[in-house]
């Protein structure tokens, strides 16, 4: 079964502190991984892809295949890193993204 | 471009009304996605279009929940009749199959009350 697993439904940091937001997933063959953000009041974005292998806002994920995870880094937490992020899966052959439950980031003065 | 445009951004209505929900791809965009979001389950996909034909409906999720698409720049979420469970924020998002799958792009979404 495809199914995308985020633990932590709240993670609380102070600024400054490293972020890891955990990231697993299930599916049979080689998926697409996404970062999705909600910052306050606006829309669903999408944050980085895996295949594009790049930072934003500092944030970087590596696809580790051995251990199906996919989990969002940034060495210095900001304030304005504050919202939800929602990790999500696409396989090669479909549009469908499939969305874990998100985890809530609350980055502390 | 405005971007996804959902209608209304608010909806409170009464058990038992039925419920229309709006959404307007981006142009061009050739993909509609449907989704709901509680604290419980989170973002789950209800129904997605390619070519403004269902493709998959295996999220909705019962005979109460329909939708529509019309045609590229329109589509419709109903459910009749609406229960209290049904409470939840709806969004929409489409995307350009063809360049940078998978890249969605969401509405600013519908919250929906049922009393």
């Known amino acids: 079964a495809q199914r995308v697993t985020q633990p932590e439904k709240l993670l609380s940091v102070f600024k400054g502190a490293p972020v890891e937001l955990k990231c697993n997933y299930s599916y049979s063959g080689s998926p697409e991984l996404f970062w999705y953000v909600q910052y306050s009041r606006q829309r669903l974005q999408l944050l980085l892809r895996h295949i594009s292998r790049e930072s934003i806002k500092g944030f970087t994920a590596d696809l580790n295949k051995g251990e199906t995870s996919f989990h969002l880094k940034k060495p210095f937490a900001q304030e304005e890193d504050s919202a939800m992020y929602y990790c999500a899966l696409s396989g090669h052959n479909t549009d469908k993204l499939i969305f874990g439950t998100g985890t809530r980031l609350q980055v502390f003065p | 471009d405005a971007g996804v445009i959902q209608s209304p951004r608010h909806e409170v209505t009464e058990m038992g009304q039925e419920v229309t929900l709006r959404c307007k791809p981006i142009s061009g965009h050739n993909s509609l996605f449907w989704y709901r979001q509680t604290m419980m389950r989170g973002l789950e996909l209800l129904i997605y279009?390619?070519?403004?034909?269902?493709?998959?409906d295996s999220g909705m999720p019962e005979d109460r929940f329909s939708a529509k698409m019309p045609n590229a720049s329109f589509s419709t979420l109903k459910i009749q009749p609406s229960e209290p469970r049904d409470s939840a924020v709806y969004f929409c998002?489409?995307?350009?199959?063809?360049?940078?799958?998978?890249?969605?792009?969401f509405g600013a979404g519908t919250r929906l009350s049922v009393l």
């Open positions: 998002a489409s995307s350009l199959a063809s360049l940078a799958k998978n890249i969605q792009y």
């Open positions: 279009f390619n070519n403004n034909v269902p493709i998959d």
